[in-house]
């Protein structure tokens, strides 16, 4: 069975510094990965995905994400933080075969200081 | 908007009681899913059903059920609600298929007291 980690629960940055939240996973094959992001009081939003080919994957709102296969890693970055992307963000690793249902991470919470 | 509604959004019950939390998918898509989130869980998968029928199932406790709808939509029924089943429900919805992107509804919040 697959597994997610984020290792940190709370990460605090500036507005206009750059970001990276961690992602490691557990998974025999190539797995599909994931980032999903939870304003307060809303659902998960897809952010971007990986399922194959480029690495270096780009989604919205400025985010992307590098799949390393060595390091068994998918983290998100973003050159420089909005007030408005705090919020929780959630990484998860779809398997590529049986029931196809993701695993999520417990979620990182990102808290932006003016 | 992610196309998926949750209806009701908040819901306060009592121990003992039953509640049926409604979801209905984004046009087009044949699957949902069901899940919990809670502060010492996260985000649990509970239940998906494509088509009408069951097609995994995740950590739903005895006590919780669901079905779909041949419109597609999806109640998911919980039943002698305890204090610890308190949390946010989410309902996903996905065409199905090998590359499972969802998307989620905004949660139904329920406080059992």
């Known amino acids: 069975a697959q597994s997610v980690t984020q290792p940190d629960i709370h990460i605090t940055v500036s507005e206009g510094a750059s970001l990276e939240l961690r992602c490691n996973y557990s998974?025999?094959?190539?797995?599909?990965l994931f980032w999903y992001v939870q304003s307060p009081g809303q659902g998960l939003q897809l952010l971007l995905k990986?399922?194959?080919?480029?690495?270096l994957v780009q989604g919205i709102k400025g985010f992307e994400a590098e799949f390393k296969r060595s390091q068994s890693s998918f983290n998100l970055r973003k050159p420089s933080v909005h007030w408005s992307d705090a919020a929780e963000y959630f990484c998860a690793v779809g398997a590529t075969g049986g029931s196809y249902i993701p695993t999520f991470g417990r979620g990182t919470s990102l808290i932006v200081h003016p | 908007d992610s196309g998926v509604t949750q209806t009701p959004k908040h819901l306060i019950t009592a121990t003992g009681q039953r509640v049926t939390l409604r979801c209905s998918p984004r046009?087009?898509?044949?699957?949902v899913y069901w899940y919990q989130q809670s502060l010492d869980q996260g985000l649990q998968f509970l239940i998906q059903y494509y088509n009408g029928e069951e097609r995994a199932k995740g950590n739903i406790l005895e006590r919780f059920s669901a079905q779909q709808f041949p419109d597609l939509h999806s109640e998911l029924n919980l039943s002698s609600l305890e204090l610890g089943d308190s949390a946010l429900y989410f309902c996903?919805?996905?065409?199905?298929?090998?590359?499972?992107?969802?998307?989620f509804g905004a949660g139904t919040r329920l406080s059992v007291l």
């Open positions: 046009s087009g898509d044949l699957s």
């Open positions: 996903a919805s996905s065409v199905d298929g090998a590359k499972n992107i969802q998307y």
């Open positions: 998974y025999g094959a190539t797995p599909y």
């Open positions: 990986y399922f194959s080919g480029d690495t």
